[in-house]
């Protein structure tokens, strides 16, 4: 066996992607990867030697398959064809796994052709595993989109030590059930010596399930047996690097950025913001409503109240992607042109990805933050809010449904799916008592700071170890 890396992360995409260069349309440059999994997961790895990352490019024709160093790890890139990209990531990823995993917000589809695309690039990131990994290393595997990799490395390299983290919901069995694949899906989860979710929820829901499949018994409240071994099966709750972003969002770039903002804004007395991708689990629509319905009952007038919504473009192959832009776009022209003024629209939506820096901006210009998620398995930009207000002041608006909401608790917490509910939350945020607003802040900030991304990488793999 070559040598290779103690610790090899694998996810479905790496922690950089190609785009297009601006000033080559032919070539490429990298950015960022989208994401709570790269956003957390990069700093948390930086304390660590011998790293190899394998992923996607999420490649723009100019297909890179050499491997390459960035940031002290070793990336190793999987290619996908298009056609392949159609079957395993816009469609068993994104067209069955993530509206299943996510409470069926959406009507999941169940297709012959995308499992088999999805097992044949499972193999492909296994393979690209087995090569990458020293002998008994440890393998971290990231997300839904590759949850069978686990059981083709136990028949290929039986040595290593395997865990999994699912970064979105796990389902109640009662919806998981419906997936023509369970069996499969459950058998390979369960070839992992760690499975990690963010919540004691979802943790309980892949035991039930395992246990109710006959695949498992259960060895006390987080551990499972199958075949003869043990697995650990509870939560890790993702954070962010928190004191990266509270040193970032001091610096004089992003105040000074923040007051230009609300100046361009015409200083209204409350600016309330919303950042996510465009996609139908954000609950998007459902605060635009709320707060179209404030403006045409008075409540919120379009002089003193502004919402900046940020939607980066996602998944824009598959269906329900085009449906919500479609209607979200449709929701902001008509609010503004009920209630802006000329030059003064009321919702202000920027459908583009943004620099982290403009982002901190916008969290320090905002009183109050939308995150008013439908299902979100943590939901890491409630997280950088609450990093980034070095006053203490500022309202987070916080869906019970994101699994931010068990850690969060000094939020005000709406359920998204009661309108009147969630125009009431905003009003109570817009209107908090000052001294109130810090008091919960402060706590707020306590929580994310004692459990950040270094802590969770710790901790996962400290359970690792330990199996
Ligand atoms: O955390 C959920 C997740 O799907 C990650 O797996 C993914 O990297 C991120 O959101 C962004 O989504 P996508 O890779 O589909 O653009």
Redesign the pocket.
Same mark, same amino acid.
């Given at each position: 066996m070559k040598p290779g890396a103690q610790l090899v992360v694998v996810?479905? *995409?790496l922690p950089v992607k190609q785009i297009p260069d601006p000033d080559n349309a032919a070539d490429f440059v990298w950015g960022v990867?989208? @994401? @709570?999994?790269?956003a957390a997961l990069t700093p948390s790895l930086a304390s660590y030697d011998d790293v190899a990352w394998v992923g996607w490019t999420?490649h723009i024709g100019v297909e890179m398959t050499e491997r390459f160093r960035h940031d002290n790890m070793e990336l190793i890139p999987v290619a996908l064809t298009e056609d392949e990209k159609e079957l395993h990531?816009d469609g068993m990823?994104?067209g069955t796994f993530?509206p299943l995993y996510h409470d069926k917000v959406r009507a999941p589809e169940f297709h012959r052709t995308w499992w088999d695309g999805y097992k044949l690039i499972n193999r492909r990131f296994a393979e690209a595993v087995a090569d990458a990994a020293a002998p008994n290393a440890r393998v971290w595997i990231?997300?839904?989109?590759l949850q069978l990799v686990a059981g083709l490395l136990r028949e290929t390299r039986p040595d290593l030590r395997v865990g999994f983290f699912l970064?979105?919901p796990f389902p109640p069995p009662e919806l998981f059930n419906q997936l023509p694949w369970r069996t499969e899906i459950t058998s390979a989860l369960l070839d992992n010596d760690v499975v990690g979710f963010q919540t004691p929820d979802d943790a309980e829901n892949f035991s039930r399930l395992a246990v109710g499949l006959g695949l498992a018994s259960s060895e006390g409240k987080w551990a499972l047996s199958a075949d003869g071994r043990s697995i650990e099966v509870r939560a890790f709750p993702i954070g962010i690097d928190e004191e990266t972003v509270a040193y970032k969002a001091k610096q004089h770039g992003v105040t000074t950025g923040a007051s230009d903002l609300r100046a361009q804004l015409g200083n209204p007395r409350v600016v309330m913001l919303g950042v996510d *991708?465009l996609d139908y689990t954000k609950g998007i629509d459902v605060r635009l409503r709320a707060f179209g319905e404030l403006l045409a009952e008075g409540k919120l007038s379009s002089h003193d109240a502004t919402m900046i919504q940020v939607a980066e473009p996602? *998944?824009d192959k598959v269906n329900a992607y085009v449906d919500l832009r479609e209607r979200v776009e449709r929701l902001v022209g008509a609010i503004n042109g009920a209630h802006g003024r000329l030059g003064f629209p009321v919702v202000h939506y920027l459908h583009q990805s943004r620099p982290f820096e403009d982002l901190l901006a916008l969290y320090r210009a905002a009183d109050v933050m939308l995150v008013t998620p439908f299902r979100d398995?943590m939901n890491l930009v409630a997280k950088e809010y609450v990093a980034s207000r070095p006053d203490e002041s500022g309202v987070l608006v916080l869906s019970e449904f994101a699994g931010a909401a068990t850690e969060l608790t000094d939020a005000v917490i709406v359920n998204p799916y009661d309108l009147n509910g969630l125009k009431a939350a905003i009003m109570s945020a817009v209107n908090m008592d000052p001294a109130e607003g810090r008091h919960r802040m402060r706590a707020l900030q306590a929580t994310v700071r004692h459990n950040d991304a270094v802590t969770w990488a710790r901790s996962f793999l400290a359970a690792l170890d330990a199996t």
């Open positions: 996810a479905n *995409r990867s989208p @994401g @709570g999994l790269v999420g990531y990823s994104n993530w990231h997300d839904y989109q970064h979105i *991708r996602s *998944r398995g």
